[in-house]
């Protein structure tokens, strides 16, 4: 966090919920506008826990073995050899995902979901540790493919890094008036590093109670007039697991209610879909799940 911190300027709420899906081994959509440093943050990232980072910008014509890698014939061997594509990294930046065809955002679903690629029916395993930061502009809407719901399930947090305060924004064209601070950026930790924090943070400790917390709300997500569709059980251990590792970046051995708490948004907000009425009538998905959480009894 202090060494992402040299570079980016506020954000500490976003950045942790980074280091967050980095320790529960999950992957993150950042939606919001362009320039408020998604890219940067992605960078800083990779650098500090010094791990490869590739990016891949998505455009409509983006196939899918331009993301998985593909076979091509070596004449000297008279045999077929394995290109690696940039999935074949620790740290992926899939920059505006929805502006990629089904098809192509669908080859990244056995890479999130897997750690491993299939090509030609060969299946080759990612680096680990191995995370994807993906992408979309929510201002945009023509020539984009909407993320379906399935793949949507497949990352853990959706977050919003956010505009910057005046004093944020002032120290930003400071810090960046004469050079540029990322590039003094240094390693602070190494992947085998992090494998062995993903590790430990299996060992937090959820309590019987707290597990029951998190059952009842991703229940109540169900049972919800205003929701269509509620949180699916991958919802359930995507908080749970996310909750271990804020205690783990908290240093706590256990998990508070608390923790819970402030992860149901980001978390389930992009798990649950919208009534019909509710669409229409501007409701939004963090406001059902703020009144959700107000009516579960919080467990002493």
Do not use: W
Not at 78 to 85: L, M
């Amino acid at each position: 966090m202090d060494n992402m911190a040299t570079v980016m300027v506020g954000k500490k709420a976003a950045l942790e919920l980074l280091l967050v899906a980095l320790l529960a081994d999950g992957h993150v959509l950042l939606e919001d506008v362009p320039g408020v440093g998604k890219t940067l943050a992605s960078k800083c990232l990779a650098k500090s826990v010094g791990g490869t980072f590739k990016r891949i910008q998505f455009t409509p014509d983006l196939l899918p073995a331009d993301v998985t890698g593909f076979n091509i014939y070596d004449q000297k061997n008279a045999e077929f050899k394995f290109q690696p594509g940039p999935v074949m990294c620790h740290i992926l930046l899939a920059d505006e995902i929805n502006r990629a065809i089904p098809r192509t955002q669908s080859s990244l679903l056995e890479s999130m979901a897997e750690h491993q690629v299939t090509v030609d029916g060969r299946t080759y395993p990612l680096p680990a540790p191995f995370l994807v930061l993906a992408t979309q502009n929510p201002i945009e809407l023509e020539g984009t493919f909407p993320l379906p719901e399935a793949q949507l399930d497949r990352f853990l947090l959706k977050i919003s890094l956010g505009y910057p305060s005046v004093d944020e924004e002032m120290t930003i064209l400071e810090r960046f008036q004469q050079d540029d601070p990322f590039d003094r950026l240094g390693a602070v930790a190494e992947p085998h590093q992090i494998i062995q924090l993903q590790q430990q943070r299996r060992t937090v400790t959820v309590s019987t109670r707290v597990r029951e917390y998190i059952t009842r709300i991703v229940d109540a997500t169900r049972h919800t007039e205003d929701l269509r569709f509620g949180s699916s059980p991958r919802g359930s251990l995507g908080l749970m697991r996310a909750a271990q590792g804020l205690a783990a970046l908290k240093e706590r051995a256990y998990v508070l209610p608390d923790d819970v708490k402030q992860l149901v948004q980001p978390v389930l907000g992009h798990r649950v879909l919208l009534s019909e009425e509710a669409r229409i009538s501007g409701t939004d998905p963090a406001d059902i799940l703020a009144q959700i959480v107000s009516r579960i009894p919080v467990p002493q």
